[in-house]
């Protein structure tokens, strides 16, 4: 499905700032569920703050807008491609301000036009967060749908972890291990709804040398990867010669491992005629990355995957530390049987959190912000724990020097340097971050965003346990 739209909403009040900063959406309705195309919906969001000083709302689009994204009443805001709603500065919609239709503190309500909108899904990101204001970002959010068909609009909210994008197709995957007569069978199957042709790519997801390249599949010299098609280079078709399945609407292709070479083959099965855009994310391919082991006579390592288990509500892990006696932590939620349950962790949750050699918890923030008037110097936010993220002390503002760093256009607008996941302990105590963003002089532009430039890897080092940070290499 194509056509889609994604759009994000922040809320706001005063509030006093003690406490630990914390921000909570308790009620968020969008009314009525089902309405004529051209009509509006009204968006009701209610919530909570604590340890910050204001919250306010943001209404927008979390990517360029292209036709049939920007509803009535919106604005395409400059640098960014969004389509913004807004009554107040930096694009936000202002708690009491001249669009809230509610005039309690920390409440919105607020029409969200759906003329405009062409036909199909369209997504939205309702958020609370602390600005315009300075210090860390504090927020909640939201997912929205808009489903727009036949003249009819239906509306609904989706639970923090929803992804929100539908995919048209349903994936056949391999078994991880070939059966008794050495091979595997993978495909892809139709849904309803699907407008696009089927078809199925099936490659390598990384790059791999011509020795490597699986029995019956073309290398690309130029890509240094490996394809199975129809003919080389080309997709499999619904029907076609390497589809062993008579139906319409389903492709299967044996893949004959029995011939392949022992070890552990990445393959990527991919629909690229269907594309799915959801919340924060610009339209993509469906695919499925998946792994194939052949075994061959010397194995003696066995790795067993077991059933799925929830941790939390979220798209992944930002770490996941083993502490010993079963206890993990993933900075956010904590299991203390190995991992076979989860609850979330005691608020300020770590970002991120290292295990140093002493036994406590580092956790450096994503982001690090400019220190107004010095130029090359940036804060982070750091936390502490001594007792396996039980108790966690911060966030403590620590000192960034990168003299020739400066703010670009990424998957967002940056204003300073990003510390990566992991952190290096050496054997003097010092510790490296690895480090990415942009330095004065950075100008070949991305090419994997519009309007962007290449970023670049570095490396920093604290001598002081994370006190301080300055740039190494």
Not at 75 to 91: H, K, N, Q, R
Request: hydrophobic fraction near 35%; glycine fraction near 14%.
């Amino acid at each position: 499905m194509t056509g889609r739209w994604t759009t994000a909403v922040l809320l706001g009040v005063c509030a006093g700032a003690a406490g630990v900063p914390d921000i909570r959406i308790i009620e968020c309705r969008l009314v009525p569920e089902r309405c004529r195309q051209g009509e509006t919906l009204v968006l009701r969001v209610r919530a909570t703050a604590s340890g910050v000083a204001c919250m306010n709302f943001r209404l927008r689009t979390p990517y360029r807008a292209a036709k049939g994204d920007c509803p009535d009443g919106f604005a395409i805001e400059p640098g960014s491609g969004c389509a913004v709603l807004a009554d107040g500065p930096g694009g936000n919609l202002m708690d009491n301000g001249e669009r809230d239709r509610d005039a309690a503190a920390g409440a919105l309500e607020v029409p969200v036009p759906t003329a405009g909108l062409g036909p199909g899904v369209h997504y939205l990101v309702v958020f609370a967060h602390n600005r315009p204001g300075e210090g860390r970002h504090v927020l909640d959010w939201r997912n929205l749908k808009l489903t727009l068909a036949e003249g009819r609009v239906t509306a609904a909210v989706l639970d923090a972890e929803a992804a929100g994008a539908e995919e048209g197709v349903e994936f056949l995957l391999p078994p991880r291990r070939p059966g008794a007569g050495g091979g595997v069978v993978c495909g892809v199957r139709r849904r309803d709804g699907l407008s696009q042709p089927l078809s199925l790519r099936l490659a390598t997801p990384y790059t791999c040398l011509p020795e490597e390249t699986p029995p019956g599949f073309h290398y690309d010299a130029g890509t240094k990867s490996a394809s199975l098609g129809d003919s080389p280079g080309q997709t499999i078709a619904d029907n076609g010669p390497l589809d062993t399945d008579p139906a319409s609407g389903t492709i299967r292709v044996r893949l004959d491992t029995g011939t392949w070479t022992s070890g552990i083959h990445a393959l990527t099965l991919e629909a690229p005629a269907e594309q799915v855009r959801g919340p924060y994310r610009r339209t993509a391919p469906v695919y499925r990355d998946v792994q194939i082991a052949v075994p061959g006579p010397g194995d003696h390592l066995e790795v067993r995957v077991g059933d799925a288990v929830t941790v939390g509500k979220g798209t992944h892990f930002e770490a996941l530390v083993s502490l010993g006696n079963g206890r993990v932590t993933t900075g956010s939620h904590s299991s203390e049987d190995g991992g076979r349950t989860w609850r979330p962790s005691p608020r300020p949750a770590m970002p991120r959190p290292n295990l140093l050699g002493d036994g406590s918890l580092l956790a450096v923030s994503y982001r690090a912000l400019p220190v107004p008037g010095h130029a090359g110097v940036f804060t982070v936010d750091v936390y502490r724990s001594e007792d396996g993220g039980r108790t966690v002390a911060g966030p403590r503002r620590a000192e960034v020097r990168v003299p020739l760093a400066r703010g670009a256009l990424g998957h967002g607008l940056h204003v300073g340097p990003l510390f990566g996941r992991s952190l290096v302990e050496l054997e003097n105590g010092d510790l490296l971050a690895g480090m990415y963003g942009w330095f004065e002089g950075d100008t070949e532009p991305d090419r994997y965003r519009e309007g962007g430039t290449m970023r670049r890897a570095y490396v920093c080092r604290s001598r002081d346990r994370g006190e301080t940070w300055e740039y190494l290499s």
